[in-house]
C-alpha cells in the first residue's frame, strides 16, 4: 500500500507541476496504474470488473490528451499545456478531461467503478483521483471550447441529481452526487477560473 500511496503521491504531484504535455500525461498514467491494485485488492469478481473498466475509460481517455497534445504540437510546434490553441486538439481535449474525470455522458463508468470498490477506495477515486485532472481544466481553461464544457457541465448537474434520486445504495449515490458536483466546478471554470 505504501509503494502505491507514494506512486498516487508522485503522479498528482507530476501532472500538477508540469508545464510540458508528455509529463502531464506520465503523471495521470502513473496514477492510473497506481490505483488499479487498490481497486481490484478485494478479488471479489465485482472489483475486478470495476477495475477493469476504469483502466479501459482512463486509457482511451489518456490515448485522447496524448492524441490532443500531439496534434496541437504537430500544427504550432509548441508542447507547453498554457499553448492549446488548435481548434481540434482543444475539442479532443475537452472530451478527454471530461472522461477522465466522469463528466455527462461520459459519466456512466462512474458509478459502478464505486459500487464495485471499497468506501476507502471510492474516497480515493472521488478526491484524489479527481484532482490531477481537474487542474490541467484549470490550466487549459482558456484554450478549451467553452459551449461543450458548459453543455456538459449542465448535463451533469442535471443528471447527477436526478440519477441520484433514484438510488438506494451509498456508493452509487454518493457517484452521483460526485458527478453533479463535477459538473458545477466545471461550469464555474469557464466563467471563472480562479473562483474555481
Not at 468506501?119 to 478526491?127: F, H, N, R
Request: proline letters at 5%.
Amino acid at each position: 500500500k505504501l509503494v502505491f500511496t507514494i506512486s498516487l503521491l508522485l503522479g498528482t504531484t507530476i501532472t500538477i507541476s508540469s508545464n510540458h504535455w508528455i509529463m502531464a500525461w506520465a503523471g495521470l498514467e502513473i496514477n492510473t496504474l497506481a490505483v488499479l491494485p487498490l481497486i481490484s485488492k478485494s478479488h471479489h469478481p465485482r472489483a475486478i470488473e470495476a477495475a477493469t473498466k476504469y483502466f479501459l475509460v482512463q486509457s482511451a481517455a489518456s490515448a485522447l490528451v496524448l492524441f490532443s497534445s500531439m496534434t496541437n504540437a504537430w500544427h504550432t510546434g509548441q508542447w507547453d499545456i498554457s499553448q492549446m490553441t488548435h481548434p481540434t486538439s482543444c475539442l479532443v481535449l475537452t472530451t478527454a478531461i471530461a472522461m477522465k474525470l466522469g463528466l455527462a455522458p461520459f459519466h456512466l463508468w462512474f458509478p459502478e467503478v464505486l459500487q464495485g470498490s471499497s468506501l476507502l477506495t471510492g474516497l480515493l477515486l472521488s478526491t484524489a483521483m479527481k484532482f490531477p485532472p481537474i487542474t490541467l481544466l484549470y490550466m487549459t481553461s482558456p484554450s478549451l471550447n467553452p459551449t461543450l464544457l458548459v453543455t456538459m457541465a449542465i448535463l451533469s448537474a442535471a443528471l447527477g441529481g436526478w440519477m441520484g434520486l433514484n438510488q438506494t445504495q451509498t456508493r452509487k449515490i454518493l457517484a452521483f452526487s460526485s458527478i453533479s458536483h463535477l459538473g458545477w466546478m466545471s461550469i464555474i471554470i469557464v466563467y471563472s477560473p480562479k473562483l474555481g
